[in-house]
């Protein structure tokens, strides 16, 4: 069975017992605790915690999984250990409540041994110690001989984290054989025999904050099963790089390196590393993550820079990721059809990402060869010598620190660890959120009981009549209300919340911020004040209607850039954030260079003139597969139901959940790009205002230009030609000026050389411009009088400066005569024979640099 047929077989079989397939979620989690999406289980944990109902109470899904950074870090392990991997498929059926053990564990065995026809005397089974339940249904209801049903403790229990929903959990074994280590089981037989192919976890207790565990009302099974590893089992392979997908990428390496699998031990891991981290910066490139030296980014160029520099290290001179990414999608693409929506983005970002690494190495590999040729065989290299190379030569520490280790030397971390926290910067984002613990369990207690919020602000915006839900505890002056209904935006999709008043009897209170509380429950943040809101209260909510439609005009423009980015730069064009409110727009994108003034005059005229068109805006609600079939673009960071809106603006279309104008385009106005630049590596920000704030930009820059104007002595529609003709007045006043200066200086040569004795002339003038000094060293040295001539002094724009010059043939040398004295002003400058001039920063130490010159003279 090869590995497209294993994902069918195992979401038939599941959909064939009332489970509903659920489509991969993107490797990018709604869940600020992670990176990624490392386990089946993570798209679905707002169901387990009961914040959100699922559509359906049994889920089948193949989950595309990373594992790399944070706690999940194997990425060392890849390529050297036949399991590790960074990319991998979680298959899992997943109950909300519905069945449990007596369901979950035969459903399992059946998959395993009747559609996978796996021996079932080759499959063993562990328990949790605690867990006689599950053990006896494994060997009565399923027949499991109990001398292959073993228990261990804390490998058996599962937690999503200290507190909250866990449980005990059942792995299942598939014995290799006795070629691959003892026997024993997995509890004591040798690790790469028994190898571990599918987890039921049954989530049965919470544990509150005292540590106390009780039973949950509806216990749940979330189960993971690794596509490889039973990939590996059921075509007989030792190692995971032996499967068909794989073995396939592996061939890729070897024509991309011209290396053969078996060649040596050193080429072989190369290509494991190669196949394997193909998979993972296609993956998540292809769902929006890029390279960068941050969070997710940061873990992205860490995968491909180990890759590359295993191919650096094979002698592999051309790019080999663009390559390898096309064989991953040939591969893997027709199960994965995103893949092939973005295959021509993920080549053009890993081949740039490809190129500037190179040249990284190439700069890097010399400087860390040098210094470890000074470091004696057992020794260690310094960790100031790593962190330069990362700080200054962008050459990665995991890189140094493998090549160090190939060295047979050790790494001073310490070292690297103490130069990094010298000057890394820290910075804490401000939290919206407030409220206490209590309030908190109060929100899941609405959440439990389904009592949400309805949001009417699409139609409605002022005096709509609501109940409240729950009303908090004054806390610095705030307080959350939530109600039944609301015509208030909450903050979602990059717009901001809605601002206004909420009435109770004839006291209002400004609702200062709208957010989310769980998902369908709108918190409004209200000023605290003389109302004395409770559950229950009959309210009338208003919102800030000048300051919504100044959004909606916002909003809608946002989408219109977005298009317009995309027909004049490309469609590699991707939104990565964004951020709407009442005065100006803020769009994050990819791309790989700075957008040219031509570029942005050419998208703010194809977005005006749709804007002037007036095509009407309609947003409407429909299913996601129906959003999909008419090509809806989805946005970055957005997570979207089975109903979802769509934004239809002119030539756009766009999932959004937002609020936009409501009958044309022309409402809009018109948008004016204010300003582009990088937020980060392939990443570009685009800020804009429309409608009234277009006027209010034009009027600024129209005072502006009239004020500056009016300095000038020129009309408005002259300033740029009277700038021009003020800079020239300046630059000529400023030759004058020198001519001045020079003629003032060479006089004073001509007093000076009266000062001359036995050749010699030092002196100090200060107030002097660098240059002037050195005319005026130059010209002394001319005079039969002085054959060598050093001066000092404090220019007029602060600093020291030492000049020295020395007749043609003279015995002297004037690098010498500065060197000895710009010490003194902590300065350093030329090496030359007739002359040599240095600048420093202590003007306290001329006169000692001067003395100390005089004394080298004898």
């Known amino acids: 069975m090869k590995a497209n047929e294993l994902r069918r077989v195992f979401q038939n079989y599941f959909e064939g017992l009332g489970h509903e397939r659920i489509e ?43 594992r790399a950074g944070g706690k999940h870090n194997d990425l060392d392990e890849v390529g050297r250990t036949s399991r590790h991997l960074t990319f991998f498929e979680m298959m899992g059926n997943f109950s909300f409540g519905d069945y449990f053990k007596e369901d979950a564990i035969p459903f399992a065995w059946e998959f395993v041994t009747q559609h996978l026809n796996l021996d079932p005397e080759r499959l063993w089974v562990t328990v949790h110690l605690s867990d006689d339940e599950a053990a006896d249904i494994w060997h009565e209801k399923v027949g499991v001989p109990r001398e292959r049903i073993q228990r261990l403790d804390e490998d058996n229990w599962w937690r999503m984290a200290d507190t909250g929903p866990n449980g005990p959990c059942s792995e299942i074994f598939w014995d290799k054989g006795v070629e691959y280590g003892d026997d024993g089981g997995p509890a004591h037989g040798g690790e790469d025999r028994f190898v571990e192919i599918w987890n039921l976890v049954f989530m049965q207790f919470e544990t509150d904050e005292n540590g106390d565990s009780h039973p949950l009302p509806k216990p749940s099974i979330d189960t993971g099963a690794g596509l490889e590893r039973i990939l590996a089992v059921l075509q007989n392979k030792a190692t995971v790089f032996e499967i068909d997908e794989m073995a396939l990428l592996i061939e890729a390496a070897e024509q991309v390196t011209g290396y053969k699998l078996g060649a040596s031990e050193s080429a072989d891991l190369a290509l494991r590393v190669l196949a394997e981290h ?7 490139i292809s769902d929006g993550v890029f390279p960068s030296n941050e969070d997710r980014g940061y873990v992205l160029r860490r995968i491909m820079r180990r890759a590359i520099r295993f191919a650096y290290l094979l002698g592999v001179e051309d790019t080999v990721t663009p390559s390898l990414v096309d064989a991953v999608v040939k591969i893997m693409g027709p199960d994965y059809p995103e893949l092939v929506e973005s295959h021509e983005l993920v080549v053009s970002v890993v081949e740039r990402e490809e190129v500037q690494f190179r040249e990284t190495l190439a700069t890097g590999s010399k400087i860390l060869a040098e210094h470890l040729s000074e470091v004696p065989a057992g020794g260690q290299l310094d960790g100031a010598v790593a962190f330069t190379l990362h700080d200054t030569y962008g050459f990665p520490f995991e890189v140094t620190e ?99 008043m909420i009435k109770l009897g004839v006291i209002e209170a400004k609702v200062l911020d709208t957010v989310y509380a769980a998902p369908e429950i709108v918190k409004h943040v209200v000023e605290a004040g003389s109302a004395d809101f409770k559950a229950g209260d009959r309210v009338v909510l208003s919102i800030d209607v000048d300051r919504r439609d100044a959004i909606r005009r916002n909003h809608t423009g946002t989408h219109m850039l977005h298009w317009g980015l995309r027909q004049v730069l490309g469609d590699h064009v991707k939104q990565q954030g964004s951020w709407v409110g009442p005065d100006r727009l803020r769009f994050d994108f990819s791309h790989f260079e700075p957008v040219t ?7 703010e005229d194809l977005v005006n003139a749709e804007i002037l068109a007036n ?18 673009i989805a946005f970055f960071g957005d997570k979207y139901g089975e109903t979802v809106r769509v934004l239809s603006a002119g030539p756009s279309l766009e999932f959004c959940g937002g609020t936009h104008v409501r009958n044309g385009l022309g409402d ?69 000026l020198a001519g001045a200066m020079s003629e003032l200086a060479l ?25 002037d000094l050195a005319n005026i060293a130059k010209t002394l040295v001319k005079d039969d009088r002085i054959e060598v001539c050093l001066l000092g002094g404090a220019p007029s724009g602060g600093g020291a400066a030492l000049v020295a010059a020395v007749k043609p043939g003279a015995d002297y040398n004037a690098g010498d005569l500065i060197a000895v004295g710009a010490k003194a002003i902590k300065g350093g400058g030329g090496k030359g024979q007739e002359f040599a001039m240095a600048g420093g920063k202590d003007a306290e130490g001329i006169d000692e640099a001067l003395e100390t010159a005089k004394k080298t003279l004898g």
């Open 615 to 632: 095509p009407v805006v309609s947003h409407e609600e429909m299913t996601k597969a129906q959003a999909q079939e008419r090509g809806a």
């Open 278 to 284: 193909s998979r993972t910066m296609t993956f998540l």
């Open 597 to 603: 003034d031509a570029e942005l005059n050419a998208i």
């Open 747 to 771: 006089g004073r040569a001509a007093q000076l050389a009266e000062r001359a004795k036995e050749g010699r002339l030092i002196e100090r003038l200060d107030g002097m411009a660098r240059d």
């Open 24 to 66: 991969s979620a993107s490797l990018i989690p709604h869940d600020d605790s992670l990176l990624f999406v490392n386990s089946g289980m993570v798209p679905f944990k707002p169901y387990f915690l009961g914040n959100e109902i699922p559509s359906s109470q049994r889920a089948v899904t193949v989950q595309k999984c990373v």
């Open 668 to 736: 809009i106005g018109c948008i004016k790009i204010v300003s582009e630049g990088s937020i980060g590596s392939n990443l570009r920000r685009i800020e804009a205002v429309t409608g009234i704030g277009v006027v209010e930009l034009v009027r600024n820059l129209d005072s502006t230009v009239t004020s500056a104007a009016a300095l000038m002595n020129v009309a408005p529609a002259e300033l740029a030609q009277g700038i021009e003709r003020q800079k020239q007045q300046i630059s000529d006043l400023k030759d004058q």
């Open 402 to 500: 493998e090549v160090v280790s190939e060295a047979g030397i050790t790494l001073d971390r310490a070292g690297f660890d103490a130069a990094m926290q010298q000057q890394r910067e820290k910075s804490k984002g401000a939290r919206k959120d407030f409220g206490t613990a209590q309030d908190a369990a109060d929100i899941q207690k609405l959440v439990e009981a389904q009592q949400t919020t309805e949001f009417v602000g699409r139609e409605f915006f002022v005096d709509v009549e609501a109940t409240v839900l729950y009303a908090s505890e004054p806390t610095d002056g705030k307080m959350a209300i939530v109600c039944d209904k609301t015509p208030f935006y909450a903050e979602s999709g990059g717009q901001i919340g809605d601002t206004g």
